[in-house]
């Protein structure tokens, strides 16, 4: 099983296929558990994406030295995805803040009640990024995506590094 994961095609496959099953998890928490997401859970689904892609690209019979680069990009995608997962937990544990637009207190106090008005009627429905909408043994959802972000950026190398020892 491990020789079959150790080549281009099966490497790609499996990235595609891991990243597949966390953006699925991902929507069916959206979609069928009812969670929200904000602006930064939108964009941590966004490496998922990339790498899905070019996992699948990996898996085509292109040249060798492409289908490894197509691995490098993914497992650079996924640290990607650990960085905006992390800023999120910070936002999350309000360590810093968050982008523009992203956290609970959106409105300024100091403002008048007709700009405040303005304000509520000309917004969208903002999720706050600063609040958890869920956790497990204390861990947001944006922790656990940085965990396991990490781990496959360092699975996406480790399969890299055995594919170009073939």
């Known amino acids: 099983m491990t020789d079959r994961l150790?080549?281009?095609?099966?490497?790609?496959?499996?990235?595609?296929?891991?990243?597949?099953?966390?953006?699925?998890?991902?929507?069916?928490?959206?979609?069928?558990?009812?969670?929200?997401?904000?602006?930064?859970?939108?964009?941590?689904?966004?490496?998922?994406?990339?790498?899905?892609?070019?996992?699948?690209?990996?898996?085509?019979?292109?040249?060798?030295?492409?289908r490894m680069a197509f691995l490098l990009f993914a497992a650079l995608a996924f640290a990607a995805g650990a960085a905006i997962a992390g800023f999120h937990v910070g936002v999350e544990q309000k360590w810093w803040e968050g982008l523009p637009g992203c956290s609970s207190a959106a409105f300024s106090t100091d403002m008048t009640l007709e700009e405040l008005k303005d304000a509520i009627l000309g917004q969208e429905k903002v999720v706050p990024c600063d609040e958890v909408a869920w956790s497990l043994f204390g861990i947001s959802m944006a922790g656990y995506n940085f965990l396991v972000s990490l781990v496959l950026a360092g699975l996406t190398l480790w399969l890299a590094g055995r594919v170009s020892r073939r």
């Open 6 to 66: 150790t080549t281009p095609t099966g490497a790609g496959l499996l990235i595609a296929l891991i990243s597949a099953l966390v953006l699925g998890t991902a929507l069916a928490s959206q979609y069928l558990g009812g969670l929200e997401p904000c602006q930064l859970c939108l964009y941590q689904r966004v490496p998922y994406v990339i790498t899905i892609c070019l996992g699948l690209l990996a898996a085509l019979p292109l040249p060798g030295g492409l």
